[in-house]
């Protein structure tokens, strides 16, 4: 073991929209092979490296203690130094996206065990919270923790439009519900995504599949005095979901756009608007360790308010990885969980 790396067991990796892209070749531009993917991984300690004896907050770490582990962000270059953007990190290692034949070639969640290096930052995951719901949040959940923070956060009882209903618009709309939202209205499809949307804070959720663009747009006037929505947040991956974001925000609102991956193909925006509507646009990618730990915590204090198992369907050994790849590509899951050492 070099100095401060952790080799973990992995205990949970789960499926991310991601995954699907990459599997797809949907970023073969730019996307070297071979990979492990995943990125979404809860782990078991199995052996520490000198230097590592606490996590990042400072918990004691011991082997046998399960963890949640950031990107490799080289703390070293002008995005980590001077803009403080770690996420851009230019030297950045990711995990489901790093060569495996490079050392430390353990870099992916699908695989009995995964390596940690010095550069990420630990977190142990609290005794209450599943190792499965750990994985499953750690790219979703961040990364809305990380978005929320990015737009200042929502205030008390702002109206709160949540475009789509994966486990990023899921996420999103519970944390909107927690930060003191008046309203959350969530847009999305299937019928029972909605619904968990209902149940996880939701005041009102929109088909996108019964209801036009017009009638959304109606809807959200109706419910907000005709002014539109403070904050609305881009969790669709759809293009389409951003000029119809525009139209939905109040003036003087915030957009967060979180969904759109590298391949989205272009649209047309009246852009004019975003000067004379005082619109605050804001995009994300990713997150780095605070969100992480705020994620986690987050979990850990609302695991019995709401019903964060729902996002979790069903579990895959490693040899049943394609379908679970294919289940998520579908829409037939909402969050393949993946068990390498079942
Ligand atoms: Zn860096
Ligand atoms: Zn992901």
Known sequence: MIPGAILVKVESATICGTDVHQWRGDYSSF??????QGHEIAGQVIAIGKGREQDTVGNRLAEGDRISWTYAFCNNCYYCRVAREPTLCERGRMYGWSL???FPHLMGGYSEYAYVLPECGVIKIPDAVPSSLAAASSCSLRTVVHGLERIGGIA?????VVQGAGPVGLWSTVMAAEAGAGQVITIGAPAARLELASEWGATKTIDLTQVSETD???M???LTHGRGADVV???AGVPAALPEAIGLVRRGGRILVMGLAANASPVTIAAGVIATKHLRVTGIVSAYFPHYHRALLFLKS???KYPFHKLISNTY???????AIESMASMRELKPLVVPNG
Not at 31 to 36: A, D, N, T
Not at 317 to 323: G, Q, R, Y
Request: no cysteine.
């Open 156 to 160: 008390t009882q702002e109206t709160v």
């Open 216 to 218: 959304r747009l109606a």
């Open 317 to 323: 050994s490693l040899d049943h990885i394609t379908e």
């Open 302 to 304: 609302n695991l019995h």
């Open 100 to 102: 495996s034949e490079e």
């Open 233 to 235: 947040i881009e969790a």
């Open 31 to 36: 996307l070297r092979l071979p990979i492990i």
């Open 220 to 222: 959200v006037m109706e």
